[in-house]
């Protein structure tokens, strides 16, 4: 068992994808890396790492790291994690977070701690739901489903903020520029009931699926179905279009949003955590 690196997205999705097909939509990360063209053709910063764990000529896993953002990982048995470990160690002497799915990322982030003495904290626990089919809500809401304009940014905007504030996600959001463009490229829709009341909206398609990445209704429009409907109705949409499956990731605390996805024909495929190491001195 060894570790291969790459220095392009292009060059790792090439040798990476069949593996990665296996599970889409629990790697849904790896598969949209680069976005595509000629982007991801271009060398990445040294900083950043980007591999494949193989044996006997086949991937058995994978990971990635873009500083300042800590490191992401797939699934991966643990033989195979002692070996990511010792190359991870050897590009950082610190890691600021993990992500994976479960049991995998929670195993690499206690090996990672005992041998820097961190501290792994979970950050936030993810359950990702993919969907084939879609079923009505149980509650169809009034209104109906339309792509979201250049006149509804402002409304855009302040919804995506909230949802990163109130999910916790602990992402980085610049509002104006990346919602922009994501609006640019018809990928926001609303559920609008005499102006907009609901918003969900989808990322980058892989080989067959692809992910909504927001899905979100502000507190005062809660309880009326809008949300499921919403969801449900671009889902449909998508699938429509030719996507094979469609997935979400959820707050695992949630219980809300995991029943609205449920109801309307979402099954859950696995837990992804987010888990942070924070230095011993910075420990309460």
């Known amino acids: 068992m060894w570790i291969r690196r790459y220095d392009s997205p292009a060059l790792f999705l090439d040798r990476a994808r069949e593996f990665l097909l296996q599970a889409e939509a629990e790697n849904g990360l790896f598969l949209r ?18 591999a494949t764990i193989e044996h006997s000529g086949d991937v058995v896993g994978c990971a990635g790291c873009t500083p300042p953002y800590g490191l992401n990982i797939t699934r991966a048995a643990p033989r195979a994690l002692k070996i990511l470990l010792d190359d991870v160690a050897e590009k950082y002497n610190s890691l600021p977070s993990v992500r994976g799915p479960e049991p995998t990322v929670s195993d690499f982030a206690d090996r ?59 992402i980085p959001v610049d509002p104006t520029r990346d919602t922009r463009r994501q609006v640019a490229e018809g990928r926001f829709f609303l559920w609008d009931h005499s102006g907009p009341v609901s918003m969900a909206m989808f990322g980058r398609r892989t080989q067959q699926s692809v992910g909504i990445g927001i899905a979100y209704t502000p507190p005062e429009y809660r309880r009326h179905g809008y949300a499921s409907t919403c969801v449900a109705a671009l889902t449909e949409q998508l699938l429509l279009s030719g996507a094979t499956i469609c997935y979400i990731n959820t707050d695992v605390t949630n219980p809300t949003t995991n029943k609205i996805y449920t109801t309307i024909g979402y099954r859950p495929v696995c837990d992804l955590s987010n888990i942070e190491l924070v230095a011993a001195q910075h420990q309460l």
Do not use: K
């Open 112 to 170: 990672w701690s005992a041998r820097f003495r961190t501290h792994a904290r979970p950050i936030m626990r993810m359950r990702v739901f993919q969907a084939d089919s879609v079923r009505s809500p149980e509650r169809l809401a009034a209104g109906a489903l339309r792509v979201a304009s250049e006149r509804d940014l402002p409304t855009v905007e302040q919804w995506v903020t909230d949802f990163h504030e109130e999910a916790a996600t602990g």
């Open 33 to 50: 890396m680069g976005g595509g063209g000629e982007a991801a053709t271009r060398p990445l910063n040294e900083q950043c790492y980007l």
